[in-house]
């Protein structure tokens, strides 16, 4: 086991071992890097990359072109 054992505690139900994951991530290579618990010593595959897509900068249309009540 990595880490503190005093920092897994059992969770709420069903008496399984609980830990509040503190990922300790590769550097990037590729598409995926490998993350390491640093409590637990449990392992993931995160992305590299991000769902969200970049926002473009806003453009105002010329004051000309705004419609007045």
Request: hydrophobic share 30%.
């Amino acid at each position: 086991m990595v880490g503190d054992p005093a920092a897994i505690s059992v969770g709420p139900s069903e008496g399984e071992p609980y830990c509040p994951h503190h990922w300790l991530i590769e550097s990037p290579d590729g598409e995926t890097s490998e993350g390491v618990c640093k409590l637990c010593g449990a392992t993931r595959r995160f992305a590299n990359y991000s769902y969200r897509q970049t926002m473009s900068p806003t453009r105002r249309a010329p004051a000309s072109q705004h419609n007045v009540l």
